[in-house]
């Protein structure tokens, strides 16, 4: 039996569930990339935020290309469980907060009616970094823009806004982008701007783009996972999320219209993000792919593995405190140690089965933002960064494919049929610079030796 408002009741009275009427709110969200992040982050802090009463601001998920997530959520009227899982136990809630989920290449007039829609007030984003649709340079890439893309959307639904009357909409992205809120307004004014240059600075003039940090360990969910917890619940959710106790969320408090009070359920509204972020993507994140690529490499498959190394733990340690939090600037009430701490208790956690490949997936889109800004500004002040190098090796091998399968759109740009050893010596040698692309390394890749030690 699967779940949906016909069946809720028939779960354990001890799962949590919408205490909320959802037949008659309107959406007042579009989300684009509404994958098990979105669902075990914003559509839990939004569903928070109905519990408490507040109306309209049920969520329309769009899916840029798979049905899969439609096919999920969409027949169990969009709600889910979301499974916290920690070394004390599971805890499940049923989220209400997602009302339908559309596919973009199937109903893209749908799309745009839920951007024009007068109920909504803010467009939201986790379409990862290749989403974005940067060039080399960072600037757009309007051949990919043109394609099936967040821009094409907008464009339709912004303009429709504008020619009905209708008020702005706060443009919010949730991507681990540096400056994410600020590279989306850049790129979306860039292709107006080539679309449509009335609409460009009408859009100037009447949307925002908040800056956002967020944070919660979502791991993939697998068959296995479905069929225990319907083995333990009793009905069928093809819609389960897994995720870790611990959830941030920071934003820039800059929106064009009414937002959830979602301040009430922990979110942060600052003036400024960026410190915040930066301690996420160089602390976090960048602890993340290392912890990926070397415990890959170390023949292990998930992060409490890799972490119960201690050999690779250490480094771990090394690279959050020694390394990345150099770099960071003073925060009120944050403390490195304290953080690298908390880190280390969520990296332990036996419960999450956090896949490394997961983590690895899309290497050379990360690794800008978590590696090398910090190995950058040490570089600069000349300081080494043993641990990132030893990182950046070890992605390099990861690339050959010996280590696990590679979803990496940089690794079309190597013959991977050839050995690690030979991939290896071709792009950085034994002690010559690095021979890797301008576009993910910049001057570093003429500037710095990778050593293969």
């Known amino acids: 039996m699967r779940l949906n408002t016909a069946t809720l009741d028939n779960l354990p009275?001890?799962?949590?569930?919408?205490?909320?009427?959802?037949?008659?709110?309107?959406?007042?969200?579009?989300?684009?990339?509404?994958?098990?992040?979105h669902r075990a982050h914003q559509a839990v802090y939004t569903d928070a935020a109905l519990g408490r009463g507040e109306r309209d601001w049920l969520i329309t998920g769009v899916s840029l290309r798979s049905a899969n997530v439609a096919d999920q959520l969409n027949p169990q009227d969009g709600l889910y469980l979301a499974n916290m899982r920690s070394a004390a136990g599971d805890a499940f809630r049923v989220i209400g907060s997602v009302a339908k989920v559309l596919v973009a290449g199937g109903s893209p007039e749908a799309v745009v009616a839920a951007i024009a829609a007068p109920s909504t007030h803010i467009v939201s984003f986790t379409v990862t970094e290749k989403g974005y649709c940067r060039a080399a340079d960072g600037s757009l890439d309007h051949n990919l823009a043109d394609g099936a893309s967040i821009y094409r959307f907008l464009h339709a639904g912004l303009a429709q806004r504008r020619a009905e009357g209708l008020p702005g909409v706060t443009l919010l992205s949730?991507?681990?982008?540096?400056?994410?809120?600020?590279?989306?307004?850049?790129?979306?004014?860039?292709?107006?701007?080539?679309?449509?240059?009335?609409?460009?600075?009408?859009v100037g003039e009447n949307c925002t783009f908040p800056c956002s940090m967020v944070d919660r360990i979502v791991p993939a969910t697998t068959t296995g996972d479905v069929d225990a917890a319907e083995e333990l619940l009793g009905l069928r959710d093809t819609g389960l999320v897994l995720t870790e106790p611990f959830t941030q969320?920071?934003?820039?408090?800059?929106?064009?219209?009414?937002?959830?009070?979602w301040e009430k359920s922990g979110v942060q509204f600052v003036a400024d993000v960026a410190p915040w972020e930066k301690a996420k993507l160089r602390?976090?994140?960048g602890a993340h792919s290392a912890l990926a690529y070397i415990g890959l490499m170390r023949g292990y498959d998930y992060v409490h593995q890799a972490i119960a190394d201690q050999q690779?733990?250490?480094m771990i340690q090394q690279l959050m405190l020694a390394e990345a939090a150099p770099t960071l600037p003073k925060m009120p009430g944050f403390s490195a140690l304290d953080y690298a701490t908390d880190l280390m208790v969520r990296f332990d956690n036996p419960a999450l089965n956090h896949r490394l490949?997961?983590?690895?997936?899309?290497?050379s889109q990360k690794i800008p933002q978590r590696w090398l800004e910090t190995l950058r500004e040490r570089h600069e002040l000349g300081r080494q960064s043993p641990v990132i190098m030893a990182a950046i090796a070890a992605w390099i091998h990861h690339l050959s494919g010996r280590y696990g399968s590679v979803s990496d759109p940089i690794a079309e740009?190597?013959?991977l049929a050839v050995s690690t050893e030979a991939l290896a010596e071709k792009l950085f040698g034994a002690h010559a610079p690095m021979e890797l692309p301008s576009e993910i390394f910049g001057t570093l890749s003429s500037s710095m030796a990778v050593r293969r030690d």
């Not at 009275?13 to 992040?37: K, L, T």
């Not at 679309?195 to 600075?201: I, P, R, Y």
């Not at 969320?249 to 009070?261: K, L, M, S, Y």
């Not at 490949?357 to 290497?363: C, S, Y």
């Open 249 to 261: 969320w920071v934003i820039e408090d800059r929106f064009a219209g009414p937002r959830p009070q």
């Open 13 to 37: 009275p001890s799962i949590a569930r919408p205490g909320y009427e959802r037949q008659g709110q309107a959406s007042g969200i579009v989300h684009f990339g509404i994958g098990a992040f």
């Open 357 to 363: 490949e997961q983590i690895a997936m899309d290497g």
């Open 312 to 314: 690779i733990r250490e």
């Open 413 to 415: 740009q190597f013959n």
């Open 174 to 202: 949730c991507d681990n982008l540096s400056d994410n809120g600020r590279q989306l307004e850049r790129l979306v004014g860039e292709y107006l701007l080539r679309q449509d240059a009335a609409l460009a600075h009408w």
């Open 283 to 285: 602390m976090l994140n």
